[in-house]
């Protein structure tokens, strides 16, 4: 189901992206045709502007999600007054959008906020998942963090430079 949603999300936003180009292509050379020449530069400008937005947009999507196994850490930043502050936290993790919270024993280290915390990575299944993370102090439970996607077991990615010989 993930890689299907992944899969419509790139369609949708390769399509929006051509539609631009297209659109700006066509439009910029009709000013290139009526226009003045200082001006003719500016949209030219504007137009190759777009183009290296888009090819570097491109490059974030195709990003591989990463891979975590039985032996993976898991590795974040807390921010917080003190590094003792922040070992008194109670860490809780929320697999795939669940909404009771496991508990995280981990270590944190450093010198000034934020501070590195580590953790030996939560057993999944197989397979693409996702997690959240919150910290507790005696004031409360902080807000979720922003889902962290990644596949657990070590599930092998795709070939790729597929050929004949």
Known sequence: ????????????????YLIIIIEFTFFG????????SEYKR?????????????LLSIVQLNAQVPVATPTSK????????????ITAYVYKYYPDGNT??????????????????STVFPTF????????????NAA??????????????GVPLSPVNIRIG
């Open 100 to 117: 009771v919270g496991l508990p995280l024993t981990g270590v944190c280290t450093g010198t000034i906020s934020p501070f590195t915390c």
């Open 125 to 136: 299944s197989n397979g693409n998942h996702s997690l959240t993370l919150t910290s507790t």
């Open 74 to 85: 898991l590795i974040f930043d807390q921010s917080g007054g003190s590094l003792s502050e």
């Open 1 to 16: 189901m993930y890689s299907i949603l992944k899969f419509i999300r790139m369609v949708v936003t390769y399509t929006f």
């Open 140 to 153: 409360g439970e902080s807000v979720k963090s922003v889902p962290f996607a990644f596949v657990y077991g």
């Open 42 to 54: 500016e949209m030219m400008k504007k137009l190759y502007l777009l183009i290296v937005l888009v």
């Open 29 to 36: 050379f009709l000013l290139y045709l009526f226009n003045s």
